[in-house]
């Protein structure tokens, strides 16, 4: 998955979003971008 100015995915957290987003995107479309935090009613 080529994203813009992202030379290896765990380079910066920014990438690793984008690039998890465009695979997630590819494969559910519609179900991107992913969560970026847990719910609380889920920790609890």
Do not use: F, Q, R, S
């Amino acid at each position: 998955m080529a994203v813009e100015g992202a030379k290896h995915l765990w380079v910066g957290e920014k990438y690793v979003k984008l690039v998890l987003d465009a695979i997630v995107d590819t494969v559910a479309p519609g179900a991107a971008p992913l969560p970026t935090a847990v719910p609380h009613e889920v920790l609890a």
